[in-house]
């Protein structure tokens, strides 16, 4: 039931995004996908982790990953094309850990 709970949570926290009116339309709008779906896969990576003996540097990789992901979200920056760039990124490498994590279970 716990698993539930963490990805019951994350939905509901995914939703607080806000989106920054100085960023372009389209630019903006990927932003506030990533910033919507990132907090689902590291909770997902976080049920994975509970269920197995992950290594702690690909634990580190996704937590470090997650954290830039919610601090761009949190306080976009005005160089829409980097904040992207960056999230993007990050939002791949727990994409990543999450695969990584499965292959392990």
């Given at each position: 039931m716990?698993?539930?709970?963490?990805?019951?949570c994350a939905a509901?926290?995914?939703a607080c995004t806000?989106?920054?009116p100085q960023i372009p339309v389209p630019v903006s709008e990927q932003l506030a996908r990533i910033c919507q779906f990132e907090p689902l896969a590291h909770t997902a990576f976080v049920v994975l982790a509970?269920?197995?003996a992950l290594s702690p540097q690909l634990i580190a990789a996704e937590s470090n990953a997650h954290l830039?992901?919610?601090?761009?979200?949190?306080d976009p920056p005005t160089d829409a094309a980097t904040a992207l760039a960056a999230a993007s990124a990050?939002?791949?490498d727990v994409l990543a850990a999450q695969s990584l994590a499965q292959k392990e279970i």
């Open positions: 716990k698993p539930i709970a963490l990805v019951a509901a926290l995914s806000s989106v920054n509970q269920q197995a830039v992901v919610t601090r761009i979200c949190a990050a939002y791949a």
